[in-house]
T-cell receptor, first 115, second 114 residues
Framework: AQKITQTQPGMFVQEKEAVTLDCTYD???????LFWYKQPSSGEMIFLIY??????QNATEGRYSLNFQKARKSANLVISASQLGDSAMYFC????????????FGSGTQLTVLP | SQTIHQWPATLVQPVGSPLSLECTVE??????LYWYRQAAGRGLQLLFY??????ISSEVPQNLSASRPQDRQFILSSKKLLLSDSGFYLC?????????????FGDGTRLSIL
């Protein structure tokens, strides 16, 4: 069975600094995908970045990058040059080939960017 | 481009009343569709998903049901709401058959049961 663990319920970062949000996963399937979503206080879920299990390079999307360490089964999200608008809940999620229709979500990390 | 619409945005209902939340997707065909519930300060719980018209899979036993009367329409219903049904309900869609395809979410419905 899939499992996603986010061990940081809350994180604080100073504006303009970088922050890393942790995510570890567990699956026995060699083919899987990892996703990060942002949920502002308004509630919508915004897709940020994707990493496939066979991807050779870490994914990047603008200020977001994914530190993918396959042997450790971790997929940490790195946000560079934090902005006040980055304050939100962040969810890590996974889909594997065995349950390709579904995403399994972690419990989330509440990020607060301080001015 | 694809868009997903979910309504209403907020809803206050008395215990024992019925429920109908609607979700429609535009700009794509044959999507997978999903209903999630999120309790305050918690993660997302998958309630139902559908891979086609009339095809519904339930993930959690409860007094809620889902239907997909048209390809891009997904409805969440209840005949009698319970206090425990309060929460934030999110509809989502994804393209079929692709592991790397993200799910795209609607803006959600905040449901309060009195």
């Amino acid at each position: 069975a899939q499992k996603i663990t986010q061990t940081q319920p809350g994180m604080f970062v100073q504006e303009k600094e970088a922050v890393t949000l942790d995510c570890t996963y567990d699956t026995s399937d060699p083919s899987y995908g990892l996703f990060w979503y942002k949920q502002p206080s308004s509630g919508e879920m915004i897709f940020l970045i994707y990493q496939g299990s066979y991807d050779q390079q870490n994914a990047t999307e603008g200020r977001y990058s994914l530190n993918f360490q396959k042997a450790r089964k971790s997929a940490n999200l790195v946000i560079s040059a934090s902005q006040l608008g980055d304050s939100a809940m962040y969810f890590c999620a996974m889909r594997d080939a065995g349950s390709a229709r579904q995403l399994t979500f972690g419990s989330g990390t509440q990020l607060t960017v301080l001015p | 481009s694809q868009t997903i619409h979910q309504w209403p945005a907020t809803l206050v209902q008395p215990v024992g009343s019925p429920l109908s939340l609607e979700c429609t997707v535009e700009g794509t065909s044959n999507p997978n569709l999903y209903w999630y519930r999120q309790a305050a300060g918690r993660g997302l719980q998958l309630l139902f998903y559908s891979v086609g018209i009339g095809q519904i899979s339930s993930e959690v036993p409860q007094n809620l049901s889902a239907s997909r009367p048209q390809d891009r329409q997904f409805i969440l219903s209840s005949k009698k709401l319970l206090l425990s049904d309060s929460g934030f309900y999110l509809c989502a869609w994804s393209a079929r058959g692709q592991l790397h395809q993200p799910q795209h979410f609607g803006d959600g419905t905040r449901l309060s049961i009195l």
